[in-house]
T-cell receptor, first 109, second 114 residues
Framework: RKEVEQDPGPFNVPEGATVAFNCTYS??????FFWYRQDCRKEPKLLMS???SGNEDGRFTAQLNRASQYISLLIRDSKLSDSATYLC??????????FGSGTKLNVKP | EAGVTQFPSHSVIEKGQTVTLRCDPI?????LYWYRRVMGKEIKFLLH????????ESGMPNNRFLAERTGGTYSTLKVQPAELEDSGVYFC????????????FGQGTRLTVV
């Protein structure tokens, strides 16, 4: 079983839409959680860390459910520039990151 | 502040040849990682340095891969001899001391073995 599972998508949404991605992780000992964004042929870049209490950064909201072992990312008022692959990343062993395969988002005009 | 830099950005080599990838982490970051993404798969961990010491090399696929970080600054990843299945994008990342913190990635080296 994979450490981190994500729906690969693609999610095709119009500008202005709200879209949500989920990610599940298999090991309950996982300690820290992140969403990274990866544009085509670029490196992953940190979008936001995910905290147990949930956190928001502008149009982006991340939630963590430890009991169910899933992480979510909500994007409100989607922009064309949000088109990218969103990677769910979990840190279990000290500073060893496990990546999901990514969820592709296409925001259409 | 400079980010994580990797060299070369692309490399095309023949099967059996040797290639050396270089990573310069963010200044002051003790933790340095190598990751790899092969076609159609998720990014996977290769190894982790803390300063010059290998903390975890459980992801290294076989003994054709050798990573070094002499002096605890930049790191090299050598593949010798390269095989077709080694093709992919090799990412280097670094993070602060302390654990459980986010990692910052370099732009990657796209390796193609033909």
């Amino acid at each position: 079983r994979k450490e981190v599972e994500q729906d690969p998508g693609p999610f095709n949404v119009p500008e202005g839409a709200t879209v949500a991605f989920n990610c599940t992780y298999s090991n309950s000992a996982s300690q820290s959680f992140f969403w990274y964004r990866q544009d085509c042929r670029k490196e992953p870049k940190l979008l936001m860390s995910v905290y147990s209490s949930g956190n928001e950064d502008g149009r982006f909201t991340a939630q963590l459910n430890r009991a169910s072992q899933y992480i979510s990312l909500l994007i409100r008022d989607s922009k064309l520039s949000d088109s990218a692959t969103y990677l769910c990343v979990v840190n279990r062993h000290f500073n060893k990151f496990y990546f999901g395969s990514g969820t592709k988002l296409n925001v259409k005009p | 502040e400079a980010g994580v830099t990797q060299f070369p950005s692309h490399s095309v080599i023949e099967k059996g040849q040797t290639v050396t990838l270089r990573c310069d982490p963010i200044s002051g970051h003790d933790n340095l990682y190598w990751y790899r993404r092969v076609m159609g798969k998720e990014i996977k961990f290769l190894l982790h340095f803390v300063k010059e010491s290998k903390q975890d090399e459980s992801g290294m696929p076989n003994n054709r891969f050798l990573a070094e970080r002499t002096g605890g600054t930049y790191s090299t990843l050598k593949v010798q001899p390269a095989e077709l299945e080694d093709s992919g994008v090799y990412f280097c990342a670094s993070s602060h001391e302390g654990g459980w913190t986010e990692a910052f990635f370099g732009q990657g080296t796209r390796l193609t073995v033909v």
